[in-house]
């Protein structure tokens, strides 16, 4: 079965945000995180055990990123052919759906925020949810440091 994201849902205004974590008990020391979170608009997934209309985002995460400030996200691609330790999911069909980052362009606009636009491959078959696609999208996103 396929979701058919593509036909059924866009990329809301997102958020890109920088925060530290730390995790002892993995010996991850403080360390400098970012994400990425892109909503989408609420759809019809398809699945009879998926509650409808169906409500998530995408959530993507780097850490090895040198963004000493904001502007410095200003033209760049986090690309997960390019960043190997980035992780990225998306929730539907009540699993976590692994995400790959083909492309994630960013640029920054005059007023601030930034347009960000690029292509997800959504892996639905690892759990079992539906055949895998890929998603296409642009949307604007506010810059927060938490």
């Not at 759809?43 to 780097?62: A, C, M, N, R, V």
């Not at 904001?70 to 692994?98: F, K």
């Not at 492309?103 to 007023?111: A, G, Q, V």
Request: glycine content about 8%; some cysteine.
């Amino acid at each position: 079965m396929k979701i058919g994201l593509q036909s059924k849902t866009q990329v809301k205004n997102g958020v890109i945000q920088s925060y530290w974590f730390e995790n002892e008990s993995i010996g991850l020391p403080k360390t400098l995180f970012h994400r990425v979170t892109l909503p989408l608009t609420e759809f019809d997934s398809g699945l009879d055990y998926d509650e409808q209309p169906t409500k998530t985002e995408f959530i993507l995460d780097w850490y090895k990123l040198d963004l000493s400030s904001p502007s410095r996200l200003d033209g760049m691609n986090l690309s997960h052919s390019i960043y190997t330790d980035a992780e990225g999911s998306v929730y539907i069909g009540c699993a976590h759906n692994w995400c790959d980052v083909k492309e994630l362009i960013i640029t920054k606009n005059e007023d601030g925020s930034f347009k960000v636009s690029g292509t997800i491959f959504v892996e639905l078959e690892n759990e079992g949810v539906g055949e895998n696609e890929s998603f296409t999208f642009q949307t604007c996103c506010e810059y927060i440091e938490t």
